[in-house]
């Protein structure tokens, strides 16, 4: 009698088992390529990275040298500047007050005009005189001449003729001075008193 054994059953037979060997290091080679292409992509991240940060050091190096650059150049302060505009800006202030302290204290004008006066003038003018300055000061208030003469009885004339003229009613004469000039011409002037250097 012959028997047979089957040995090739469900329970002999190879099967797949979870946790063989071949599965272990399949499992294992994937593991690790994975994780050297993770290393491989930060790694050249890294590269790029530190390339960027390289540039934006040199940029920050030219920013920081031209940043030196304009504070070389431009003053610490700009007190110097300023206190010298405000100085020259008081200068005009002290011009303007002296220039109006003078304008108030002075007439310039009159409301009929200095016509009447170059008017009288011509009616008394004679041949003995001959005026080279007139000065119609205060708004017509004060009078001031200059001149040569031939006769100098003739220049105290002329301003008593004036005196007559309504146009020189309230006007003041200064002192008369006549005096011969180096080439022996009468020269004569009708102001204020001319003094010496004190």
Same mark, same amino acid.
């Given at each position: 009698?012959?028997? %047979? /054994? *089957?040995?090739?059953?469900?329970?002999?037979?190879?099967?797949?088992?979870?946790? #063989?060997?071949?599965?272990?290091? +399949? !499992?294992?080679?994937?593991?690790?390529?994975?994780?050297? /292409?993770? %290393?491989?992509?930060?790694?050249?991240?890294?590269?790029? !990275?530190?390339?960027?940060?390289?540039?934006?050091?040199? %940029?920050?190096?030219? /920013?920081?040298?031209?940043?030196?650059?304009?504070?070389?150049?431009?003053?610490? #302060? %700009?007190?110097? +500047?300023?206190?010298?505009?405000? @100085?020259?800006? +008081?200068?005009?202030?002290?011009?303007?007050?002296?220039?109006?302290?003078?304008?108030? !204290?002075?007439?310039?004008? *009159? #409301?009929?005009?200095?016509?009447?006066?170059?008017?009288?003038?011509?009616?008394?003018? *004679?041949?003995?005189?001959s005026l080279t300055r007139i000065r119609l000061l205060n708004g017509g208030d004060y009078l001031e001449l200059g001149g040569a003469t031939r006769k100098p009885e003739?220049v105290p004339l002329y301003l008593n003729k004036l005196r007559g003229e309504s146009s020189f009613y309230q006007v003041k004469f200064g002192t008369l001075v006549i005096? +011969?000039?180096?080439?022996?011409?009468?020269?004569?002037?009708?102001?204020? @008193?001319?003094?010496?250097?004190?």
């Open positions: 009698m012959r028997q %047979e /054994v *089957n040995l090739y059953t469900i329970d002999f037979r190879r099967g797949d088992q979870p946790l #063989s060997s071949r599965l272990v290091v +399949r !499992g294992a080679l994937m593991f690790f390529a994975l994780l050297m /292409v993770v %290393e491989g992509v930060t790694a050249w991240q890294l590269l790029n !990275g530190r390339d960027r940060l390289a540039e934006l050091g040199n %940029e920050q190096q030219v /920013v920081s040298a031209r940043l030196q650059t304009l504070k070389d150049s431009r003053p610490f #302060s %700009e007190r110097a +500047r300023l206190e010298a505009q405000i @100085d020259e800006l +008081r200068a005009q202030v002290r011009r303007r007050e002296e220039l109006r302290s003078i304008i108030s !204290g002075q007439k310039l004008g *009159n #409301s009929y005009g200095f016509s009447p006066f170059i008017e009288s003038m011509a009616r008394q003018a *004679n041949g003995d005189i003739s005096e +011969r000039s180096e080439t022996g011409q009468l020269r004569f002037r009708l102001g204020k @008193d001319e003094e010496g250097p004190s």
